[in-house]
T-cell receptor
Framework: GAGVSQTPSNKVTEKGKYVELRCDPISGHTALYWYRQSLGQGPEFLIYFQGTGAADDSGLPNDRFFAVRPEGSVSTLKIQRTERGDSAVYLC?????????????FGSGTRLTVV | AQTVTQSQPEMSVQEAETVTLSCTYDTSESDYYLFWYKQPPSRQMILVIRQEAYKQQNATENRFSVNFQKAAKSFSLKISDSQLGDAAMYFCAYRSGEGGGADGLTFGKGTHLIIQP
């Protein structure tokens, strides 16, 4: 596609529920990144994929968070047993290669609200 | 770990005037990249300008320029001839230039820029 697409745009869920957030990167971009942006903060790195594999998952806060990218294109961020503190905007970005060289293109994010 | 500090939560400037947004960072690395991103209400992060630490010359993109002071670990953004469309959140970000699998950005907390007509 022309840009990075994230769905849904907004998601409201109840505490304890499971959610999936989807990111569709620019076609051909091998690198994909997830960030979490809490209210009043800058984005915080979660995980980076190069192709199908997670090259760096050091930002995932705990084992309730998991992300996959099975075919090297679309990625899904999965959050189990959601907590109110998980409420944030989840941003996805992609790059043709290493972002520092080729640049990062961001999507418009999914606003997750846990009630 | 690297940290990025933006000490101005909010800045206001008259249209057509010049404004400077501050950013400092803490790192023990010598090779890295610095970025300024703009985030309008649409939430999409848009690259404004980038600077490679090994380059002494300050980056410039039209009305946007940076003052990169490597020894002071300072990376300020100057916006000249401010326009109403410049109103947004601005984030400073750091990316390590060292090898390995990491390719994520470390962001500051942001500065909310208001343009007064």
């Amino acid at each position: 596609g022309a840009g990075v697409s994230q769905t849904p745009s907004n998601k409201v869920t109840e505490k304890g529920k499971y959610v999936e957030l989807r990111c569709d990167p620019i076609s051909g971009h091998t690198a994909l990144y997830w960030y979490r942006q809490s209210l009043g903060q800058g984005p915080e790195f979660l995980i980076y994929f190069q192709g199908t594999g997670a090259a760096d998952d050091s930002g995932l806060p705990n084992d309730r968070f998991f992300a996959v990218r099975p075919e090297g294109s679309v990625s899904t961020l999965k959050i189990q047993r959601t907590e109110r503190g998980d409420s944030a905007v989840y941003l996805c970005a992609s790059s043709p290669g290493q972002g520092m060289v080729y640049g990062y293109t961001f999507g418009s994010g999914t606003r997750l609200t846990v009630v | 770990a690297q940290t990025v500090t933006q000490s101005q939560p909010e800045m206001s400037v008259q249209e057509a005037e010049t404004v400077t947004l501050s950013c400092t960072y803490d790192t023990s690395e010598s090779d890295y990249y610095l970025f300024w991103y703009k985030q309008p209400p649409s939430r999409q992060m848009i690259l404004v300008i980038r600077q490679e630490a090994y380059k002494q010359q300050n980056a410039t993109e039209n009305r946007f320029s940076v003052n990169f002071q490597k020894a002071a670990k300072s990376f300020s953004l100057k916006i000249s001839d401010s326009q109403l469309g410049d109103a947004a959140m601005y984030f400073c970000a750091y990316r390590s230039g060292e090898g390995g699998g990491a390719d994520g950005l470390t962001f500051g907390k942001g500065t909310h820029l208001i343009i007064q007509p």
